[in-house]
Protein backbone atom coordinates (compact mmCIF):
# COMPACT_ATOMS: atom_id res chain seq x y z
CA UNK A 1 0.00 0.00 0.00
CA UNK A 2 1.25 3.05 -0.71
CA UNK A 3 1.86 6.17 2.17
CA UNK A 4 0.10 9.27 1.05
CA UNK A 5 0.96 12.59 3.05
CA UNK A 6 -2.20 15.10 1.71
CA UNK A 7 -4.87 12.27 1.55
CA UNK A 8 -5.91 8.95 2.93
CA UNK A 9 -7.00 6.04 0.64
CA UNK A 10 -9.02 2.90 2.36
CA UNK A 11 -11.59 0.64 0.74
CA UNK A 12 -14.89 -0.93 2.03
CA UNK A 13 -16.05 -3.15 -0.31
CA UNK A 14 -16.74 -2.16 -3.96
CA UNK A 15 -15.75 1.04 -2.93
CA UNK A 16 -12.53 2.97 -2.84
CA UNK A 17 -12.17 6.23 -0.72
CA UNK A 18 -9.86 8.74 -1.24
CA UNK A 19 -10.15 11.50 1.26
CA UNK A 20 -8.05 14.77 1.46
CA UNK A 21 -6.49 15.03 4.45
CA UNK A 22 -5.17 18.56 5.06
CA UNK A 23 -8.00 19.47 7.55
CA UNK A 24 -5.71 21.91 9.28
CA UNK A 25 -5.78 24.42 5.71
CA UNK A 26 -8.89 23.14 4.73
CA UNK A 27 -7.55 20.53 2.43
CA UNK A 28 -5.45 23.23 0.35
CA UNK A 29 -3.52 21.64 -2.19
CA UNK A 30 -0.15 21.40 -2.20
CA UNK A 31 2.13 20.69 -5.70
CA UNK A 32 2.19 17.34 -3.71
CA UNK A 33 -1.45 16.73 -3.33
CA UNK A 34 -2.09 16.25 -7.56
CA UNK A 35 0.27 13.60 -8.01
CA UNK A 36 -0.46 11.56 -4.58
CA UNK A 37 -4.52 12.19 -5.87
CA UNK A 38 -3.78 10.50 -9.25
CA UNK A 39 -1.99 7.94 -7.60
CA UNK A 40 -4.60 7.02 -5.16
CA UNK A 41 -6.90 6.84 -8.34
CA UNK A 42 -4.81 4.55 -10.20
CA UNK A 43 -4.80 2.35 -7.31
CA UNK A 44 -7.95 2.05 -7.16
CA UNK A 45 -8.32 1.55 -10.67
CA UNK A 46 -6.16 -1.50 -10.68
CA UNK A 47 -7.91 -3.24 -8.20
CA UNK A 48 -9.80 -5.34 -9.05
CA UNK A 49 -12.28 -5.50 -6.43
CA UNK A 50 -13.09 -1.60 -6.57
CA UNK A 51 -16.47 -0.53 -8.41
CA UNK A 52 -16.71 2.81 -7.69
CA UNK A 53 -14.54 5.75 -6.46
CA UNK A 54 -15.41 8.24 -3.39
CA UNK A 55 -13.64 11.47 -2.93
CA UNK A 56 -14.02 13.65 -0.39
CA UNK A 57 -12.49 15.75 2.02
CA UNK A 58 -11.96 16.00 6.27
CA UNK A 59 -12.35 19.10 8.54
CA UNK A 60 -15.14 21.48 7.55
CA UNK A 61 -14.76 21.98 4.10
CA UNK A 62 -13.84 20.44 1.19
CA UNK A 63 -10.98 21.95 -0.45
CA UNK A 64 -10.60 25.66 -0.28
CA UNK A 65 -8.36 26.07 -3.12
CA UNK A 66 -4.25 26.13 -3.82
CA UNK A 67 -2.38 26.75 -0.46
CA UNK A 68 -2.31 30.41 -1.59
CA UNK A 69 -2.08 31.94 1.51
CA UNK A 70 2.12 30.40 1.62
CA UNK A 71 2.27 31.17 -1.61
CA UNK A 72 1.46 34.74 -2.48
CA UNK A 73 2.61 35.16 0.90
CA UNK A 74 6.15 33.98 0.23
CA UNK A 75 5.91 31.18 2.64
CA UNK A 76 6.63 28.76 0.18
CA UNK A 77 4.11 26.23 1.57
CA UNK A 78 5.22 22.42 2.02
CA UNK A 79 8.55 21.51 0.36
CA UNK A 80 8.88 19.91 -2.83
CA UNK A 81 9.70 16.33 -3.24
CA UNK A 82 10.01 13.81 -5.77
CA UNK A 83 9.75 14.83 -9.49
CA UNK A 84 10.56 18.92 -9.02
CA UNK A 85 13.84 18.78 -7.57
CA UNK A 86 14.78 22.50 -4.96
CA UNK A 87 15.92 24.83 -7.93
CA UNK A 88 13.97 23.50 -10.41
CA UNK A 89 11.99 25.93 -12.81
CA UNK A 90 9.15 23.92 -11.82
CA UNK A 91 10.02 24.31 -7.38
CA UNK A 92 7.15 26.70 -6.41
CA UNK A 93 9.91 29.32 -4.17
CA UNK A 94 10.75 29.96 -8.51
CA UNK A 95 7.48 30.24 -9.12
CA UNK A 96 6.88 32.51 -6.15
CA UNK A 97 10.02 34.62 -6.98
CA UNK A 98 8.95 34.81 -10.59
CA UNK A 99 6.01 36.78 -8.84
CA UNK A 100 8.09 40.85 -9.28
CA UNK A 101 7.43 42.88 -11.93
CA UNK A 102 11.31 43.89 -12.23
CA UNK A 103 11.79 40.03 -13.28
CA UNK A 104 11.69 38.41 -16.25
CA UNK A 105 8.53 35.97 -16.95
CA UNK A 106 8.94 32.40 -18.58
CA UNK A 107 4.76 31.42 -19.56
CA UNK A 108 5.64 28.44 -20.26
CA UNK A 109 7.00 27.64 -17.03
CA UNK A 110 3.68 28.45 -15.32
CA UNK A 111 2.26 26.04 -18.20
CA UNK A 112 4.25 23.17 -17.19
CA UNK A 113 3.99 23.22 -13.87
CA UNK A 114 0.43 23.52 -13.71
CA UNK A 115 -0.21 21.33 -16.84
CA UNK A 116 0.50 18.65 -14.50
CA UNK A 117 -1.65 18.89 -11.89
CA UNK A 118 -4.68 19.17 -14.62
CA UNK A 119 -3.26 16.79 -15.69
CA UNK A 120 -3.64 14.66 -12.03
CA UNK A 121 -7.04 16.22 -11.45
CA UNK A 122 -7.91 15.11 -15.09
CA UNK A 123 -7.39 11.62 -13.28
CA UNK A 124 -11.10 11.97 -11.89
CA UNK A 125 -12.35 12.16 -15.15
CA UNK A 126 -10.64 9.31 -17.49
CA UNK A 127 -10.35 6.85 -14.64
CA UNK A 128 -12.41 3.60 -15.42
CA UNK A 129 -14.07 3.90 -12.37
CA UNK A 130 -17.18 6.48 -11.80
CA UNK A 131 -15.91 9.05 -9.12
CA UNK A 132 -18.51 10.51 -6.93
CA UNK A 133 -17.50 13.59 -4.80
CA UNK A 134 -19.35 14.44 -1.76
CA UNK A 135 -18.83 18.48 -1.26
CA UNK A 136 -19.43 19.91 2.41
CA UNK A 137 -18.29 23.36 3.66
CA UNK A 138 -16.72 24.94 0.68
CA UNK A 139 -15.50 23.99 -2.67
CA UNK A 140 -13.60 26.60 -3.94
CA UNK A 141 -11.22 28.11 -6.57
CA UNK A 142 -8.75 25.42 -7.32
CA UNK A 143 -11.01 23.10 -5.04
CA UNK A 144 -13.22 23.37 -7.80
CA UNK A 145 -10.55 22.59 -10.28
CA UNK A 146 -10.25 18.95 -8.68
CA UNK A 147 -13.78 18.54 -7.87
CA UNK A 148 -16.08 19.11 -11.01
CA UNK A 149 -13.47 16.48 -12.48
CA UNK A 150 -15.85 13.75 -10.80
CA UNK A 151 -18.30 12.81 -12.51
CA UNK A 152 -21.00 13.21 -10.21
CA UNK A 153 -21.42 15.77 -7.05
CA UNK A 154 -23.43 15.06 -3.72
CA UNK A 155 -23.55 18.27 -1.65
CA UNK A 156 -24.15 20.08 1.29
CA UNK A 157 -27.44 21.98 0.99
CA UNK A 158 -25.22 25.30 3.07
CA UNK A 159 -22.13 24.86 1.21
CA UNK A 160 -20.29 27.49 -0.66
CA UNK A 161 -19.11 26.55 -4.55
CA UNK A 162 -17.43 29.00 -6.58
CA UNK A 163 -13.95 30.10 -8.41
CA UNK A 164 -13.19 33.98 -6.57
CA UNK A 165 -9.72 34.14 -8.19
CA UNK A 166 -11.71 35.45 -10.78
CA UNK A 167 -11.57 38.48 -9.47
CA UNK A 168 -7.81 38.60 -9.59
CA UNK A 169 -5.01 36.09 -9.56
CA UNK A 170 -6.53 33.11 -11.01
CA UNK A 171 -8.19 31.62 -14.18
CA UNK A 172 -9.64 27.87 -14.09
CA UNK A 173 -7.54 24.91 -15.47
CA UNK A 174 -9.47 22.34 -15.89
CA UNK A 175 -12.17 24.73 -17.92
CA UNK A 176 -14.75 22.25 -16.78
CA UNK A 177 -17.64 24.82 -16.10
CA UNK A 178 -19.32 25.54 -19.12
CA UNK A 179 -19.34 21.21 -19.63
CA UNK A 180 -20.88 21.34 -15.89
CA UNK A 181 -23.53 24.40 -15.69
CA UNK A 182 -23.83 25.61 -19.43
CA UNK A 183 -22.68 28.81 -20.82
CA UNK A 184 -24.62 31.37 -19.09
CA UNK A 185 -24.43 30.13 -15.96
CA UNK A 186 -21.04 29.54 -16.19
CA UNK A 187 -20.48 32.96 -17.24
CA UNK A 188 -22.50 34.65 -13.96
CA UNK A 189 -20.36 32.69 -12.40
CA UNK A 190 -16.91 33.75 -14.04
CA UNK A 191 -17.86 37.25 -14.85
CA UNK A 192 -18.33 37.89 -10.86
CA UNK A 193 -16.79 35.04 -8.88
CA UNK A 194 -19.35 34.78 -7.13
CA UNK A 195 -20.19 31.42 -5.33
CA UNK A 196 -23.50 29.38 -5.07
CA UNK A 197 -25.09 27.08 -2.32
CA UNK A 198 -25.32 23.49 -2.50
CA UNK A 199 -28.92 23.33 -3.21
CA UNK A 200 -28.59 26.19 -5.86
CA UNK A 201 -25.69 24.00 -7.29
CA UNK A 202 -28.35 21.13 -7.19
CA UNK A 203 -30.90 23.69 -9.28
CA UNK A 204 -28.39 24.29 -11.53
CA UNK A 205 -27.52 20.59 -12.50
CA UNK A 206 -24.27 21.04 -10.93
CA UNK A 207 -24.59 18.62 -8.40
CA UNK A 208 -26.49 15.10 -8.67
CA UNK A 209 -28.54 15.98 -5.63
CA UNK A 210 -27.79 18.23 -2.03
CA UNK A 211 -28.61 17.16 1.41
CA UNK A 212 -28.65 18.75 5.32
CA UNK A 213 -25.28 17.96 6.79
CA UNK A 214 -26.77 15.70 8.79
CA UNK A 215 -28.32 13.73 6.00
CA UNK A 216 -25.83 14.28 3.89
CA UNK A 217 -23.29 11.30 4.31
CA UNK A 218 -26.10 8.99 4.12
CA UNK A 219 -27.05 10.18 0.43
CA UNK A 220 -23.77 9.94 -0.24
CA UNK A 221 -23.29 6.54 0.63
CA UNK A 222 -26.68 5.18 -1.02
CA UNK A 223 -25.43 6.80 -4.19
CA UNK A 224 -21.83 4.96 -3.88
CA UNK A 225 -23.68 1.55 -3.17
CA UNK A 226 -26.48 1.81 -5.40
CA UNK A 227 -23.27 2.88 -8.50
CA UNK A 228 -21.56 -0.07 -7.59
CA UNK A 229 -23.92 -2.82 -7.89
CA UNK A 230 -23.35 -2.49 -11.73
CA UNK A 231 -20.61 -4.94 -13.57
CA UNK A 232 -17.52 -3.22 -13.74
CA UNK A 233 -17.22 -3.55 -17.27
CA UNK A 234 -20.67 -1.37 -18.09
CA UNK A 235 -19.68 1.26 -15.40
CA UNK A 236 -16.62 1.86 -17.86
CA UNK A 237 -18.41 1.72 -20.70
CA UNK A 238 -21.21 3.79 -19.75
CA UNK A 239 -18.28 6.39 -18.67
CA UNK A 240 -16.32 6.26 -22.16
CA UNK A 241 -19.40 6.99 -23.72
CA UNK A 242 -20.14 9.65 -21.85
CA UNK A 243 -16.70 11.36 -21.58
CA UNK A 244 -16.94 11.32 -25.66
CA UNK A 245 -19.21 13.50 -25.76
CA UNK A 246 -17.59 16.10 -23.37
CA UNK A 247 -14.15 15.62 -25.48
CA UNK A 248 -15.64 16.50 -28.34
CA UNK A 249 -16.86 19.68 -27.52
CA UNK A 250 -13.52 20.56 -26.78
CA UNK A 251 -12.10 20.26 -23.54
CA UNK A 252 -8.90 19.14 -23.73
CA UNK A 253 -7.94 22.64 -25.88
CA UNK A 254 -10.09 24.86 -23.36
CA UNK A 255 -7.70 23.02 -20.61
CA UNK A 256 -4.65 24.21 -22.62
CA UNK A 257 -5.72 27.31 -22.86
CA UNK A 258 -7.64 28.05 -19.39
CA UNK A 259 -4.05 27.17 -17.70
CA UNK A 260 -1.89 29.03 -20.24
CA UNK A 261 -3.99 32.42 -19.08
CA UNK A 262 -4.08 30.97 -15.23
CA UNK A 263 -0.16 32.14 -15.54
CA UNK A 264 -0.88 35.14 -17.51
CA UNK A 265 -3.38 36.41 -14.65
CA UNK A 266 -0.59 36.04 -11.54
CA UNK A 267 1.37 38.36 -13.45
CA UNK A 268 -0.87 40.97 -14.78
CA UNK A 269 -0.76 44.34 -13.44
CA UNK A 270 -3.29 43.38 -10.83
CA UNK A 271 -2.43 40.35 -10.17
CA UNK A 272 1.31 41.25 -9.10
CA UNK A 273 -0.27 44.40 -6.58
CA UNK A 274 -2.42 41.67 -5.48
CA UNK A 275 0.35 39.17 -4.85
CA UNK A 276 2.65 42.18 -3.07
CA UNK A 277 -0.54 43.51 -0.71
CA UNK A 278 -0.13 39.59 0.34
CA UNK A 279 3.12 39.40 1.55
CA UNK A 280 3.05 42.70 3.17
CA UNK A 281 0.18 42.42 4.67
CA UNK A 282 -1.29 38.56 4.71
CA UNK A 283 -3.71 37.14 2.26
CA UNK A 284 -6.67 36.95 4.38
CA UNK A 285 -6.12 40.45 4.17
CA UNK A 286 -5.26 41.17 0.28
CA UNK A 287 -8.56 38.76 -0.29
CA UNK A 288 -10.61 40.59 2.07
CA UNK A 289 -9.84 44.18 0.05
CA UNK A 290 -10.21 41.68 -3.14
CA UNK A 291 -13.96 41.16 -1.95
CA UNK A 292 -14.71 44.84 -0.41
CA UNK A 293 -16.84 46.17 -3.23
CA UNK A 294 -18.91 43.16 -3.98
CA UNK A 295 -19.83 43.28 -0.02
CA UNK A 296 -20.15 47.00 -0.85
CA UNK A 297 -23.03 46.11 -3.22
CA UNK A 298 -25.23 43.24 -1.00
Known sequence: MTAYRTLVYETDGRIAHIVLNRPDRGNAITFEMPAELAGAVEQACLDPAVHVIALSGRGKGFCGGYDLESFAEQKGATEPRGAVPPGSPLDPRVQVANHQPGTAWDPLIDYALMRRNVAAFMSLFFAEKPVICKVHGFCVAGGTDMALCADLLVVEDESRIGYPPARVWGVPTTAMWVHRIGLTRARRLLFTGDSISGREAAA???ATESAPADLL??????????????????????????????????????????????????????????????????????????????????
Open 204 to 206: WGL
Open 217 to 298: DGRFEWLLRRVSCIPQNQLAMMKLLINQTVLQHGLQSTQVLGTILDGMARHTAEGYAFQQRAAERGFRAAVAERDQPFRDQS
